[in-house]
């Protein structure tokens, strides 16, 4: 009996039946904890329900599992992938919102080969699921896989323009971190046929490098600058701050020297312009 059940529940995953879902759950409230990350009781491939429904696109079962079941989110395929990875490899960003939103950490999980959620999503070409994924994942965008390769490598291997074109305009990558093999991705792109793409990719991966180097450059010159005029600025910072004192204690126009009789606003210490 029990196992019938096990096999219904992952039935009616694959098959985005949310009724048959709910009435499984209300028979055995245990059901999902046999099939969890911590159990053998999972498929062939080590998929748990939620890692099924989440490559399938069923968003509603998947909140259904994730109500009464949070923690498969960290549950791991045979390939170590978890349901988060595969919602991204597939694009299904609705789903991919909802496992952010409830774990968090699934998102900063590496898969097989040390590979980020953001390789995967070169890998299969899943720009929305990258825009997602990449705020999300500060810190981490020049993170390597087991090759030595990040997310803009294996792009720019892959002539993934969009995602390219993505990961230079927001946000903060580095074009001088080197693989394995001791290649930048720029270097990578040179090993690859000329072509609309060669040029398009090349040109954007350059202009990043020359703003760069500007800013590099400029910032180079200011602190080159600051110590030779330092005693320039340190005087006059005392000039302004000497003027501005002598404008509080010796206000323009002089102060009244006592109590006017003749004037209610004339008093003894305070300017005469005021």
Not at 60 to 78: G, N, Q, T, Y
Not at 136 to 149: C, E, M, S, T
Not at 244 to 256: C, E, K, N, R, Y
Not at 263 to 273: D, F, I, K, L, T
Request: proline fraction near 3%; include cysteine.
């Amino acid at each position: 009996m029990e196992g019938s059940l096990e096999k219904r529940l992952y039935d009616a995953a694959a098959e985005g039946n949310t009724i048959s879902l709910q009435e499984l759950l209300e028979k055995d409230k245990f059901l999902l904890d046999r099939v969890s990350f911590t159990s053998p009781n999972k498929n062939s491939q080590q998929s748990s329900p939620l890692h099924i429904a989440s490559a399938e696109g069923y968003l509603e079962i998947v909140k259904k599992l994730l109500s009464a079941a949070p923690h498969m989110c960290l549950s791991r395929d045979c390939q170590g992938r978890n349901p988060l990875h595969l919602a991204a490899m597939r694009g299904h960003v609705e789903i991919l919102n909802t496992l952010i939103q409830e774990s968090p950490s699934a998102a900063r999980a590496k898969a097989g080969r040390d590979q980020t959620v953001l390789h995967l999503c070169v890998k299969h070409g899943q720009l929305e699921a990258f825009k997602i994924l990449a705020p999300n994942l500060k810190g981490r965008i020049d993170a390597k896989d087991v090759d030595g390769d990040t997310a803009l490598d294996m792009a720019v291997e892959d002539k993934q323009f969009e995602i390219i074109r993505y990961l230079v305009g927001s946000t903060e990558i580095d074009l001088n971190v080197r693989n394995s093999n001791g290649q930048t991705a720029i270097d990578i792109l040179e090993e690859g046929q000329p072509g609309v793409d060669y040029i398009q990719i090349k040109n954007i991966l350059r202009r990043v490098r020359r703003i760069d180097t500007k800013i590099q450059t400029q910032t180079q010159r200011i602190m080159k600058w600051l110590p030779e005029k330092g005693n320039v600025i340190m005087v006059v910072a005392v000039l302004i701050a000497t003027v501005a004192f002598q404008a509080g204690v010796s206000p323009a126009g002089g102060i009244w020297q006592e109590n006017s009789t003749q004037n209610s606003h004339a008093r003894a210490g305070e300017a005469v312009m005021a």
